[in-house]
Every structure is written in structure tokens, then in C-alpha cells.
């Protein structure tokens, strides 16, 4: 695990631009195809805008690209709230992406649907396309919310003892909702994941998810991804309660 430090919040929008298509390119040089999975949230939005750019987007193989979500909210897919929307709105719908490259949650339908729905839709390209076990992301770009929660497993939430399933409708009873996420299992298979978070209000969080809990009990789901390549992109504000300004574990 590894985490670095930008002075603004531009430079730290840049550097997930920056990783993005290093990752990108690395994936599509050594086997013609780059897997993704994009988060919701706010924090991501300037990232996305930057890699829609000219001089992020012509280099990265869209036709060899295939986008996925971590997580979605119960809101139709035309929302303002809804994850996919969000990333269509800043990246997506100004790219040369194929439109059957791009994999939505379909959240119109009730979670638990649309969990099976996404599940299968997963099955059906990386077991059944790509012949693997598991899904194996080259990158999975992941945000943290104040409790801990990433993706939409929150503090609390069945979901957070999921073995077996890849997608999973979760009940969060602190939102008053339901979500649809990803499970540890497919989190923790991706070859790279980047937390990007941002903001003073994300200190206090930054700093428990980068210190190990003293006890399991303690653990927030932050402290449970455990993928080959984790990397934190943090602004200065965000990084305000750690020691040093950059560092590799
Ligand atoms: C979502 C997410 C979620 C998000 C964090 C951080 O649907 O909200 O995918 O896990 O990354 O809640 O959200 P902000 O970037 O808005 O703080």
C-alpha cells in the first residue's frame, strides 16, 4: 500500500488522469484490453473531466476499453444521483467508447434484480468471454466516504461478509436505503486499485484507513481491501492528520 500527497486538488485529479493511462496503456500493450471500475461520489468528477481531455483521452485505446461500476445507488438511470450518469456526464459521453464496452448497473430495476442482473452480466464477460474465475480488473478507482464505507459497503452491512458473490444488493439502514456493490472478493482480485480522496473532511478517516486497526473489531471496510496494487491520491487537506507526505508500505 502506498499513498502520495498533491498540493491542490487539480494536481490530485491530474495524477489519478496520469495513472489512469499509464494502467491503461500497460493493459492494452501486453493484452489488447484494459478492464476498469469507475466509483460514484463527487471527489472523482474533475479526474474524469481531465482523461475526457484531449490530451489524456487519444491516449488510451478506448476500443480496447471496457468500464464497470463499484457501486450504484437505488435511482433511475437518468438521476442526477445515479454513479454511471455521473461518469457519462464528465467522461464517458465524450470519448470514443463503444456503448457495448460500457457495463451500468441497471437501477431502475429493484437491488436485488439488478444485482443479479450485474452478476451475470460479469460472469457472461469475464468467465464466459475471458474464461477467468474471477473478475481480475487492471484498475479499479475507488472513493471513501467520512464512515469508512467504499464502494457502497458501509460499516455495518451484511454485504461486508460476502464470500462468494461478486455483486450484491446491500441493505444500508444508516441511508435509509438500498445500494448495489461489488464484493471484497472481486475488490480484492484487481490488479490495482486508487483510492482518490480529497477534502479536511476526509482526514480524520484518511488517517484511521492508513493506520492498521489495533484490533479486527476495529477494522473499518477500507481496512479490508487487500488487492495486489493499492495506492492512495490524496490532497493536502485530506493528508492533514498523517506524518509524512508521501510513503510506501
Ligand atoms: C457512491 C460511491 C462511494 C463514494 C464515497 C465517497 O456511490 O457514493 O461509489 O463509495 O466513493 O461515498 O464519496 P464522495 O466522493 O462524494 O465523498
Redesign the pocket.
Known sequence: MSYRVYPTRGAAARALATEFVRIADKATSSRDRFTAVL??????RDAYRLIATDEFSRQIKWSQTYIFW??E?AVPLDHADN?ARMAKDTLLNHVPLPLPQLFRIQSQHPPQQAADDYQATMQKFFTGRLGMKIPKFDLMV????ADG????LFPGTLALAEKDRWVVANEVPQLDTWRVTLTYPVINAATNIIFLVLGEEKAAIVKRALTPPADPSDAIPAHLVRAANVHWILDKPAASLLEGQSQTN
Open positions: 466509483s460514484g461520489g463527487n471527489t472523482p463499484s457501486d445507488r454513479n475507488l472513493g471513501i466516504g464505507h467504499i464502494a457502497s
